[in-house]
């Protein structure tokens, strides 16, 4: 990291949760015009995203204020980029093609691209959270995920 940068506030890791936590802040609004049944997932998953984010903030302010060097953030950083382009890409598709094929395809995309090579691992992986996520929100719960535009008419 550079000796340019003497402010903490500007420590790669800060920043990232900054950004994380004021993403989150601006998903969770349109989250309560949902039912609901249909908030509870989102506006979880992005409270959890913002206790997390502030969570890395407050440890990364105490290293900076021990005196500690920042680390480097990301050692791959075109494979974090393809993973983020990746999801959205994710993000169009489950508009388009519908949420169980965009995420059948994405989930081994993305492993693939953080680095987990093996076939049958991949596939009892996808298997798995597609499953899950099946059972757990269109069986037990009724709740339908986008079907896409491609195939409703």
Same mark, same amino acid.
């Given at each position: ?28 609004? $349109? ?9 509870? %997932?989102? &506006?979880?998953? @992005? =409270?959890?995203?913002?206790?997390? !984010? ?15 060097? $920042? ?9 974090? %980029?393809? &993973?983020?382009? @990746? =999801?959205?890409?994710?993000?169009? !598709? ?28 991949? &596939? ?30």
């Amino acid at each position: 990291m550079s000796k340019l940068i003497k402010h903490r506030l500007l420590r790669a890791e800060t920043l990232t949760a900054i950004g994380i936590a004021l993403i989150a802040v601006g998903l969770l609004f $349109p989250t309560t015009k949902l039912a609901p049944l249909s908030a509870l %997932l989102p &506006a979880a998953m @992005l =409270i959890s995203l913002l206790v997390c !984010s502030v969570i890395l903030m407050v440890v990364d302010q105490r290293k900076g204020s021990a005196g500690e060097t $920042p680390q480097q953030v990301v050692e791959a950083p075109r494979r974090v %980029l393809g &993973a983020f382009l @990746l =999801i959205l890409i994710y993000a169009l !598709s489950v508009d388009f093609i519908g949420f169980y094929i965009s995420t059948t395809l994405t989930v081994p995309l993305v492993a693939y691209a953080f680095g987990y090579r093996r076939p049958l691992g991949l &596939a009892i992986a996808t298997f798995i959270v597609v499953a899950s996520i099946y059972l757990i929100f269109s069986f037990a719960m009724s709740q339908q995920f986008p079907t896409g535009r491609l195939w409703s008419n």
